[in-house]
């Protein structure tokens, strides 16, 4: 019963793979491994995470199958649901036992994940199961990076809801997106660089007389002898009349 195809799929895998869960039920009964992994390491369960298939999971989890082995690349079944926007999917397999924080090869969690694919909801409930809002990947980026990056303003506003006033003004702020050569460029900067550099803006309009106030020119032409001089005939002018 646990003839596999040239990457690994076995019956059991497809039925599960597609909900059919008296399937899945009825190839176990007859020997199947509701564990056997395809060749990436996959499972039936990781593959029903996929998909969101949450009855599929609790049979094959009452089958003896684990409901956190990752597949090769050391993403989780509750990563996958994570990814893929099956909140109820998560909340199934968190009270299961999965991780929040268990991250990938990569380094990415189920919270860059939920970042980068845009989806509010999931990110509330990690938030609220205390993923660390702070993981960093391989390449030293935080979800909040990511969703900076793809200008998710919602999940932005989520993460940093989540973090003490500390840390969020240290991340990262999306600024431009320059389409140089093939490639192009991202630039990002600080929230608290970003708050320099607008105090820093208006101290420089401000000595420039840019809001209504004196400029060193014109305090260089009150306090200069012609300046005095003029300022002393006015005055003449105006007691005598």
Known sequence: MDWASNNGVTPLFIAAQFGRTNIVKYLASKGANPSQRRNDGATPVWVSAWNGLDETIIALKALGAETNEANYDGATPFFMAAEMGHDTTM???????AKVNQAAHNGNTPLHACALANLPNCLVFLRDQGSDLNARNRNGETALDWAGNKGHTNCA???RSGMPWYDWITSKVFIAYLPIGSQGYTFHVTWLGLAVFVLLVWMWLAENGWF???TDEDWEE????????????AGRSTTTL
């Not at 909340?91 to 036992?97: D, E, S, Y």
């Not at 009150?222 to 002393?232: I, K, L, M």
């Open 157 to 159: 506003a989520i993460l």
């Open 91 to 97: 909340r199934m397999l968190h009270r299961m036992g």
């Open 222 to 233: 009150d306090t200069s002898p012609e300046g005095q001089t003029a300022a002393g005939t």
């Open 212 to 214: 209504g106030g004196d």
